[in-house]
């Protein structure tokens, strides 16, 4: 469809629609834009998490203000980005690509404008109700970022199926595949 993003095309009722017709190259093309696309948001949800942090880490500090422990932000971020909190020893479920991603750009737009580094740096000088609000319109976002991403993976998954049941069946050649790659 003209003039539609790569992402509303992907996530359309019908993409999927009618695979068993469609030739073994669309079907491995579709599966490719479907993972580009994942990598992008799984980049842009990365960051935001990482910004996130970063609000609610402020927030902290000016509940306990005053406590020993206190410290500032910038203080705090290496400890804040690298999640000593959070996961620790729990093994990721899929392997997380760290190169950025083509289609990051997009993605990337909708984060930035909620928390750019402009915002993250007056970080002090917002309220604490609007701290707490924006923190929650980050959460959202992170929210909807991670449905997002989800659809993609099942889109994925969906995809791959249908090359598997190829190769299984001989409608489809794995040496025809190495040939090309070759």
């Known amino acids: 469809m003209a003039g539609q993003r790569r992402?509303?095309?992907?996530?359309?009722?019908?993409y999927l629609a009618d695979l068993e017709l469609r030739s073994t190259d669309e079907i491995r093309r579709m599966r490719d834009e479907c993972e580009e696309e994942e990598s992008g948001i799984s980049y842009a949800r990365r960051v935001l998490q990482g910004k996130l942090d970063i609000v609610r880490a402020e927030a902290i500090r000016r509940r306990d203000a005053g406590s020993a422990t206190a410290a500032s932000v910038l203080d705090g971020l290496p400890g804040i980005l690298g999640g000593d909190e959070t996961g620790a020893g729990v093994p990721a479920t899929r392997v997380?690509?760290?190169?950025?991603?083509?289609?990051?750009?997009?993605?990337?737009?909708g984060v930035d404008q909620l928390a750019d580094d402009a915002?993250?740096?007056?970080?002090?000088?917002?309220?604490?109700?609007?701290?707490?609000?924006?923190?929650?319109?980050?959460?959202?976002k992170e929210r909807e970022l991670s449905s997002l991403r989800r659809l993609?993976?099942?889109?994925?998954?969906?995809?791959?199926?249908?090359?598997?049941?190829?190769?299984?069946?001989g409608a489809a050649s794995v040496s025809e595949l190495l040939t090309r790659q070759s």
């Not at 993609?152 to 069946?169: F, G």
Request: aromatic residues 4%; without cysteine; glycine residues 2%.
């Open 119 to 140: 915002i993250l740096a007056k970080l002090r000088d917002r309220s604490d109700e609007d701290l707490a609000a924006l923190a929650e319109r980050m959460a959202t």
């Open 96 to 109: 997380t690509r760290f190169l950025v991603p083509p289609a990051v750009q997009h993605h990337r737009r």
């Open 152 to 169: 993609l993976l099942d889109r994925v998954d969906a995809l791959q199926a249908e090359l598997t049941r190829r190769y299984k069946t």
């Open 7 to 14: 992402i509303d095309n992907i996530t359309a009722e019908g």
